[in-house]
C-alpha cells in the first residue's frame, strides 16, 4: 500500500541550530504535504503544509520545501529553542481524496 | 483549537470486554478520522466517516466497527477487546477530506489487560 518513510527517528541539536527532517512518499498522486507536531500528552497540531503546486513554504522559523519529482519533502526548523522539543510527523494525501498517511515520527530534542 | 472532544481520556478494561470510545465535534466538519498511535508506527488509520452513516475502513481495521449517526458523533468499538489494541486513540476532523488540513483531539488512552 502506500507509505510515508520519516528520517531520522530520532534528532537531537543544540539551542540556536537549525533542524531538517525528512519523508518519502510513494504515491505519486498525492498533492497535500502536512507537518503535525506532538507533545507530551497531547494530540498532533498542525504546523505547516504545503501543496503539490508550491516548492517551498515558510512561517517564521519554520519552512517546508517538496520535491515532486523526487517524491520528497522535508521540514526545516531554524534557530531551534528549547520549546521546539516534541515529536514531529509528516503525512501525504492519498489519491481518492479522502485519507491522509502519516509517517513513523521524528523525536526532536533541543539541548539548551 | 478545534472543537473536539474525545471520551473518556483514559480506560483500563479487561480482554473479551466491549469497549467504546466517543468522539465529539463543534465545528460542523464533513470528515472524521479514528487512528491508533503505536510507537514506531506513528498514526494509523483505523476507520472514518465521510458523512452521516457513511464510514469505510483504513489500513488497521480489523477488530473495530464505527458508527455515525449524528454530525457532531463518531463513536468506535471494539466488540471484544484484545491486548493488542491497547493504544492511544486519537479522533481527527476535516472540513473536506485528505486534501484538507486534519485536526486532532487530545487522544484516549486504552489499557487491555
Known amino acids: 500500500g502506500e507509505n510515508v518513510e520519516q528520517h531520522p527517528s530520532t534528532l537531537s541539536v543544540q539551542e540556536g541550530d537549525s533542524a531538517v527532517i525528512k519523508c518519502t512518499y510513494s504515491d505519486s498522486a498525492s498533492n497535500y504535504f502536512p507537518w503535525y507536531k506532538q507533545e507530551l500528552g497531547k494530540g498532533p497540531q498542525l504546523i505547516i503544509d504545503i501543496r503539490s503546486n508550491v516548492g517551498e513554504k515558510k512561517d517564521q522559523r519554520i519552512a517546508v520545501t517538496l520535491n515532486k519529482t523526487a517524491k520528497h519533502f522535508s521540514l526545516h526548523i531554524t534557530e531551534t529553542q528549547p520549546e521546539d522539543s516534541a515529536v514531529y510527523f509528516c503525512?501525504?494525501?492519498?489519491?481518492?481524496?479522502?485519507?491522509?498517511?502519516f509517517g513513523a515520527g521524528t523525536i526532536l530534542r533541543v539541548k539548551s | 483549537d478545534a472543537g473536539i472532544t474525545q471520551s473518556p481520556r483514559h480506560k483500563v478494561t479487561e480482554t473479551g470486554t466491549p469497549v467504546t470510545l466517543r468522539c465529539h465535534q463543534t465545528?460542523?466538519?464533513?470528515?472524521m478520522y479514528w487512528y491508533r498511535q503505536d510507537p514506531g508506527h506513528g498514526l494509523r488509520l483505523i476507520h472514518y466517516s465521510y458523512g452521516v452513516k457513511d464510514t469505510d475502513k483504513g489500513e488497521v481495521s480489523d477488530g473495530y466497527s464505527v458508527s455515525r449517526s449524528k454530525t457532531e458523533d463518531f463513536l468506535l468499538t471494539l466488540e471484544s477487546a484484545t491486548s493488542s489494541q491497547t493504544s492511544v486513540y486519537f479522533c481527527?476532523?476535516?472540513?473536506?477530506?485528505?486534501?484538507?488540513?486534519?485536526?486532532f483531539g487530545d487522544g484516549t488512552r486504552l489499557s487491555i489487560l
Open positions: 465545528e460542523n466538519h464533513r470528515y
Open positions: 481527527a476532523i476535516s472540513e473536506a477530506g485528505g486534501n484538507q488540513p486534519q485536526h
Open positions: 503525512a501525504a494525501s492519498l489519491s481518492d481524496g479522502n485519507k491522509l498517511v
